[in-house]
């Protein structure tokens, strides 16, 4: 990780975080505890672009059709 001695700034990538964490963050976002606004402020994430691809990977949602995944 890069850091700035003067700042303390941390810049993290999208593969610091475990896969667990990852699940958490989107199910708190798709039972509706948190935006994804909202959960940027919380977790510290740069960018909603980051959230954005953990529900794509890991959500319940199907892009591809524009509906929610059924489970079979």
Not at 4 to 29: A, M, P
Not at 56 to 64: H, P, S, V
Request: hydrophobic share 25%; net charge positive.
């Amino acid at each position: 990780m890069n850091t700035s001695e003067n700042t303390g700034y941390v810049k993290r990538t999208q593969k610091d975080y475990s896969i667990s964490f990852k699940l958490q963050v989107v199910q708190e976002i798709e039972s509706g505890e948190l935006g994804r606004t909202e959960a940027c402020h919380k977790y510290g994430f740069q960018a909603k672009s980051t959230i954005k691809e953990w529900l794509r990977k890991y959500g319940n949602f199907d892009w591809k059709n524009q509906a929610p995944k059924t489970k079979a």
